[in-house]
Structures are given as structure tokens and as C-alpha cells.
């Protein structure tokens, strides 16, 4: 028997969800796109196929093919994973949109992580959405055998296209669903936003999403040439027939080859986002300086500790073996670097999220729109360090107990509190734009910020030096 609340009629088909908790429904492996199988494999997304009846949407897709990564909902992994997830509340009509775009380093993640249910924010007024996205080898190759075949005469950045397509499919069918298309806020974690700060230099993007919060954005630094990127791809020694006939754990095993254990700090990575001339025009700070980005309300944060989890793996057993990582990845400039970074994971922080993300605030606060800064500082209970890259997640979707690892984590009345803020923040720029009274515009004149910790307050910059130093080696390295 159907229940009718729970039935979307969307121009795809009909599909029914179901009750996510009290008052919010879910509807779960919508597909957005068609499988990215045979020859589809490595080529931007086409349209989904409609169907007939009424599609069963109360269950995950699979995840894409990625590395063993902590445990999300999904049944498995398998190529045909282009899928999205909806949270809406019983009875919406025209509520603000947020789209959720997951990190992932952009080799790996999914829109069925625990900590990222959007349940708690769509009991809040919001209809809330995630979707998974090609990562690594499958979302990220260039090739010069994909250009070829290319209308375009390019390659690579599929991943993106992936994101642009669902957010297309949001544009054209979240109405059926009680969203109003014309109030999209877009955020992410991570890779998530980094995608995101390219979108707001990407001409395809333009009208697709309204607002946007960024959680610690992989965003400023230098990218790879789409040439670079495609030498990277020959160099495999496959042409894209042999790739195309490759069992899917074959293209999974080659993200070794293209994505190094230790990354360069300072210097592009060919298996991500790639500056191709077209779909990607400029270097992000290249089209900062000279204005070249959309401008619309954001918000843009970063964790205490951005570092020390992702570098956890480095060999940097002793000072010797940080000192050699720095002069390594400053050159021209090693004394200075050494001098603010003794350890190797707060020069990771800064050069990979922290530099990049107050560099975007201020060329979007250059445009005039209004923007806003937060540091998230809250440690869990019993924590010694942290809070680390990503720990905000499940934080501000409300999920206190969806661990990282999939293990519940421990959390307090202080947690509670602090969950709850950032939720209405979030939910208030997504309704009205302003997350609230007591959270100061960043301007170009004035740069606060909204500390989320133990107390949430307002607070300056306390790596305002070290970010100083990496916007200006940043700006010498790319005139020379």
C-alpha cells in the first residue's frame, strides 16, 4: 500500500521514499545520471533514463569504486553508483535547498556516510541532499586519448561534471520533493569544497546554486596543467580502449601510479581538479586577483588541527625528517618556513586548507557579498588533540554519534550545544542568508571569525602570520 506523503511524481518517474523519523521523509539512490559504464566510462555524465511504475527509493545505491575508506550505508561499490538522497519534511512546499557535496580527497567518499544523513537539518525547515561523484582514476584521469575523442579537444575533470550534473538534476526536479530550486545552498567538506570553490570560477556552474558554505576547503593552490595531467595519464602505458576493457579493480589499482602517499604541499596533483583551459578556465588565484568568480553569500571554515590526521602515515619519525619535508616543499624560501613550521602537519594544514580558505574569503568579500569565517575548535570528550580534518561533519548535520570510523564517538551537553548552533547557522544562511546576530560579516577591512569550541564566540585570526607567509610565497612561485 502507498502512502502518498511519501510519493514524488518527478518528470524522470514516480518514486517512492520513505520515513526517515517523525515528520521527515527520505527518498535514497535516485539516479542523476546514466551508469558510467562501458563506453561511458571516463566521459561526462548523460542524462538518467526515465522509468515506468513506481521506483522503490528506500535504499542506498552502491558507492563508487574507491580505496577502503571508513564505512558509509551503502550496499557495496560498483561503477553504476551515480545516485543521489533526499530529506524533506512532510508537507514542504518551495523550502530552501542544501546540497551536500562529500570529501574524499577526491579518491574516494560518499553521499551515504552516516555522519552526513541529513535528517536533523531537514526537521529544521530545509530539503537536504547528497549524491556520490566519481573520484580518483574513474572521475579524474586525463588522457590524450580523451581528448581525442573530446568535442571539446579536452579531458579530465568528470568528477566535477558529475557534481554539475546533480546539481542540474536538483535544479530540474527537487520541486517535486517540496525544494525551491531558486534557493540552492551548496556545501561541502574537504574535497566537497574545493569542488565548490571552483564552481564560483566555472562558467558551466552559473545559476546551479545560490549560496555556499565551504568546511575546510582544499581550495588556492596551484593546479595541474591539463598537458601535465594527460602525460600523467600516458605514462600509465594503457590507451583508452585497454582502459575502457579493464575490470573496475584494475582502474581502482592505478590510483597508486597517480596519487602519491606523500603529496607535494606546494605543488599541483595531477588526480583532481585540473586547470584544462575550458571547463576549469583559470588558477583559482589567478581569477581571484582579477575578480573572476560569481559573487554570492559564503561561509568558509577551518578545523583546529587540519594536519595532523592526514599525515599521520608520512615517515616523519624525527625533526631531521620534518626539517627535509619543509626545505623540500619551500624552496627559495626554506629558512622562513622552517622558522614558522617546525612540524611537518601544520605546514600541511596551512598550504592545503587554512591558506587557501581565508584567500577565497577575501576575494568574494572584495565582490561585496557578504560573507562569514568560523574555526571549528570543539574536542570531543576525552580527546587530547584535534578536532581534526573533518571532525565538523557530523556535528553540524546533527549526528553526534556517527563516528568517523563508523564507531559512536563520545559527546556531551557542551557537543549538544555547539551541534545545535551550528545547525541553525547553517540553516538560517540557507533561509535568509545572515547565519545569525551574533556572527560578524568578514569584510575586506575587517576579518573576524565565529569560534565554535568550548565557548562559541567571536575571535581573531591566530595563524594570521603563517597564512601571510604562504600567500606571498604562493604569489612568488606562480609569477616566476
Partial sequence: MLDSDLIADTALGRAQGLWAASGVRAWRGLPYAAPPVGQRRFRAPEPPAPWAGVRDATAFGPDLPQPPLPPSRAPGQSEDGLFLNVWSPAGARSLPVMVWIHGGGFVGGSGADARSDGTALASRGVVVVSFNYRSGVFGFLAHPDLAAESPQGTSGNVGLLDQLAALRWVREHIAAFGGDPAQVTVFGVSAGSASIALMLTMPAAAGLFHRAILHSPGCGRPLATRRDAEAAGAALGLSLRELRALPAAD???????????????????????????????????????????????????????????????????????????????????????????????????????????????????????????????????????????????????????AGRGGQPEPFDDTDRRVSDSMQAAWVRFATAVDPGPHWPRFTASDEPLLDFGDRIAVATDPLAARLDFIDRYQARTSAA
Fill in 251 to 401: 582502474v581502482l589499482a592505478l590510483t597508486s601510479r597517480l596519487n602519491p602517499a606523500m603529496r607535494g604541499l606546494t605543488t599541483p596533483r595531477v588526480l583532481r581538479p585540473i586547470h584544462d583551459g575550458l571547463r576549469v578556465p583559470d588558477d583559482e588565484r589567478e581569477a581571484w586577483a582579477a575578480g573572476r568568480l560569481r559573487p554570492m553569500p559564503l561561509i568558509v571554515g577551518t578545523n583546529a588541527d587540519e594536519g595532523a590526521l592526514l599525515t599521520r602515515s608520512w615517515p616523519l619519525a624525527t625533526p631531521a625528517d620534518h626539517a627535509a619535508v619543509i626545505r623540500a616543499n619551500f624552496p627559495g624560501a626554506e629558512d622562513e618556513a622552517l622558522a614558522l613550521y617546525p612540524r611537518v602537519p601544520e605546514a600541511f594544514a596551512d598550504t592545503q586548507f587554512n591558506a587557501g580558505a581565508r584567500a577565497l574569503l577575501r576575494a568574494m568579500a572584495r565582490t561585496g557579498a557578504p560573507c562569514w569565517r568560523y574555526r571549528y575548535t570543539r574536542r570531543r570528550p576525552g580527546a587530547t588533540d584535534g578536532p581534526h580534518h573533518g571532525d565538523e561533519v557530523g556535528t553540524v548535520f546533527g549526528n553526534l554519534d
